[in-house]
């Protein structure tokens, strides 16, 4: 079993910045996607960022050039560097990870960003 625990959500006014952090612990044999998504309320869950096990990222429009997402393989861990937040952005972010071809999620972290 493997089990993601998030961390880093809160409140932020807009224009600021907030790192999320996903690590992952238990029966880890190689993890290969990971991806930050989120859901706010009446929405459905969307993609926001994702990164390859080699590198390769691929972000949601309404992000590019504001966040970035990165991985520590020797950690387990992804992080999603957050800036120049938006009202928008309010949502739960969730992380994901793929082990083993099975699709693991985080329990979610609140982010809210106060015009």
């Known amino acids: 079993q493997v089990q993601l625990v998030e961390s880093g959500g809160g409140l932020v006014q807009a224009g600021g910045s907030l790192r999320l952090s996903c690590a992952a612990s238990?029966?880890?044999?190689?993890?290969?996607?990971m991806g930050w998504y989120r859901q706010a309320p009446g929405k459905e869950r969307e993609l926001v960022a994702s990164i390859s096990r080699g590198g390769s990222t691929r972000y949601a429009d309404s992000v590019k050039g504001r966040f970035t997402i990165s991985r520590d393989n020797a950690k387990n861990t992804v992080y999603l560097q957050m800036n120049s937040l938006k009202p928008e952005d309010t949502a739960e972010y969730y992380c994901s990870m793929t082990v083993s071809l099975k699709v693991y999620w985080g329990q979610g972290t609140q982010v809210t960003v106060s015009s």
């Open positions: 238990g029966s880890i044999f190689g993890i290969s996607a």
